[in-house]
């Protein structure tokens, strides 16, 4: 079989029962004020996935200062509406940076009355919080060396040597 196959058929099977969790790589991430976001913070409780109830719930804390990839946060312009995932649209009121045009702070404006479809950037966020649980996320390049895998192969001899394969958790990143 070969690998987009294999991808396409684990999205089919995976895709639709995995819960989705939010993260924000820590490196460069970027603080957005919501100047009329909430003064004190509360939890909503939501979905895990959306389309698939037995994945769960999670707690989602809603906060005046979100922290968002710097990634997400370079492709901002002042005066663009944006969605913010789970909680709604946002627009952009100034974008700060430093003398090398690096993105060090951004500052907006809820629009919750926005209409999602209408916005470009679809912006995952994480609360300012001292609470926010830190992980690392390790990727160990692809295990099989060939496109396709043929029966007459011994599996050893296409498994990229010099790397090291934990089989103790499955995950799936999107």
């Not at 690998?3 to 939010?22: A, F, G, M, Q, S």
């Not at 629009?111 to 950037?121: Q, R």
């Amino acid at each position: 079989m070969e690998w987009d196959k294999l991808w396409t058929i684990n999205k089919k099977i995976i895709d639709p029962v995995c819960p989705r969790h939010t993260a924000v790589i820590a490196d460069r991430r970027v603080l957005l004020t919501l100047t009329d976001g909430p003064e004190k913070s509360f939890v909503r409780i939501i979905p895990r996935h959306k389309k698939y109830e037995a994945a769960g719930n999670k707690a989602t804390t809603y906060t005046k200062r979100i922290w968002i990839d710097y990634a997400d946060a370079e492709s901002v312009s002042a005066g663009e509406e944006v969605t913010l995932m789970d909680w709604g649209n946002a627009i952009v009121k100034e974008v700060e940076k430093d003398q090398d045009g690096n993105v060090t702070g951004l500052s907006g404006v809820l629009h919750l009355e926005g209409s999602v479809k209408t916005t470009k950037l679809k912006l995952t966020w994480l609360p300012e919080l001292d609470e926010l649980v830190s992980l690392t996320l390790m990727e160990f390049d692809y295990l099989i060396t060939k496109k396709k895998v043929c029966a007459c192969l011994l599996f050893v001899s296409v498994i990229n040597k010099g790397k090291y394969i934990i089989c103790e958790h499955l995950m799936y990143f999107f």
